[in-house]
C-alpha cells in the first residue's frame, strides 16, 4: 500500500490526499507533527526520508517521492486515469502555471518555516507576522482570479469541467487563506471553483478537519 507521510494542515500534504483520492487510490497516513516536540519532521528518522524535513512524502513500495507537485506528476503517470492534466500540451502548460503560481509563489511565503523564522529570529510579532501571510496570499490569490476570470477555458473548475492539478493546488491555499481571515470577497471566480470541489467527495475526504491527526 502506498504510504502518505502527511500533517493535516500542511497545504502540500492536502494537495496530494486529494491527488490520491481522485485516483482512487488506498494509502496509508503516517502522521508527523510539525509542531510538537520541536517539529518532529527534524527528527533523524524523517530526515532520512527527506534531508529538507518537509512533507509531504509519499513512500510507494520503498520509491520514495518528496515534492508535492512531482508527486501528484508521478501518480498521473502512474495511474494516468482519471487525468490530472489535460490532453493538450497547451492545456497542459496553463494548468501547470496555475498549479505553481500557488505552489511556487504563494505558498513559500506563508510557510510554517517562513512563519517561524520571522517570529523566532526576527522577532517579529504575532500582528505583523499575520500581516504579512494576509499581504502575499491576498495579492497572489488576486493574480490567480484575474488568470482564471480572463480564460474561456475556465469552466466548472480551473480548467474546463474536470478536477485537475491546478484544483489540487486552490482549495489547500484557500483554505488556509479562511484560517487567517484574508479578504476573499474581491475573488469570485476563486471561491466558485472552490465551493465546485468541495462538492466533490475527493476533496471533502482530504480536508484537515477529517485527517487522523487532526486537532
Same mark, same amino acid.
Given at each position: 500500500m502506498l504510504r502518505l507521510y502527511s500533517y493535516f494542515r500542511s497545504s502540500a500534504s492536502y494537495r496530494v490526499r486529494i491527488a490520491?483520492?481522485?485516483?482512487?487510490?488506498?494509502?496509508?497516513?503516517?502522521p508527523v507533527h510539525l509542531v510538537r516536540d520541536?517539529?518532529?519532521q527534524h527528527g533523524p528518522?524523517?530526515?532520512?526520508?527527506?534531508?529538507?524535513?518537509?512533507v509531504p512524502v509519499l513512500d510507494d513500495h520503498g520509491q520514495v517521492f518528496t515534492q508535492s507537485l512531482a508527486i501528484v506528476e508521478y501518480l498521473e503517470e502512474t495511474h494516468p486515469e482519471p487525468p490530472l492534466?489535460?490532453?493538450?500540451?497547451?492545456?497542459?502548460?496553463?494548468?501547470?502555471?496555475? *498549479?505553481?503560481?500557488?505552489? &511556487?509563489?504563494?505558498?513559500? =511565503?506563508n510557510n510554517l518555516r517562513?512563519?517561524?523564522?520571522?517570529?523566532? +529570529? %526576527?522577532?517579529?510579532?504575532?500582528?505583523?507576522?499575520?500581516?504579512?501571510y494576509r499581504?502575499?496570499?491576498?495579492?497572489?490569490?488576486?493574480?490567480?482570479?484575474a488568470l482564471l476570470a480572463a480564460d474561456l477555458r475556465t469552466g466548472t473548475f480551473c480548467h474546463g469541467d474536470s478536477p485537475t492539478m491546478a484544483?489540487?493546488?486552490?482549495?489547500?491555499?484557500?483554505?488556509? *487563506?479562511?484560517?487567517?481571515? &484574508?479578504?476573499?470577497?474581491? =475573488?469570485?471566480?476563486?471561491?466558485?471553483i472552490n465551493e465546485a470541489c468541495l +462538492? %466533490?467527495?475527493?476533496?471533502?475526504?482530504?480536508?484537515?478537519?477529517?485527517?487522523?491527526d487532526a486537532e
Open positions: 490520491l483520492n481522485l485516483k482512487g487510490l488506498a494509502y496509508e497516513t503516517v520541536g517539529g518532529r528518522e524523517f530526515r532520512a526520508l527527506n534531508p529538507a524535513g518537509q492534466l489535460p490532453r493538450d500540451a497547451a492545456g497542459r502548460a496553463r494548468v501547470r502555471a496555475i *498549479a505553481q503560481s500557488i505552489a &511556487c509563489d504563494i505558498h513559500p =511565503l517562513v512563519l517561524q523564522y520571522l517570529s523566532r +529570529n %526576527l522577532h517579529v510579532d504575532e500582528a505583523a507576522k499575520t500581516a504579512w499581504y502575499w496570499t491576498e495579492q497572489g490569490l488576486a493574480a490567480v482570479e484544483d489540487l493546488c486552490l482549495v489547500p491555499q484557500v483554505f488556509n *487563506a479562511r484560517r487567517f481571515d &484574508c479578504h476573499l470577497d474581491q =475573488l469570485p471566480t476563486v471561491m466558485r +462538492n %466533490l467527495p475527493a476533496f471533502a475526504a482530504a480536508a484537515p478537519s477529517r485527517q487522523p
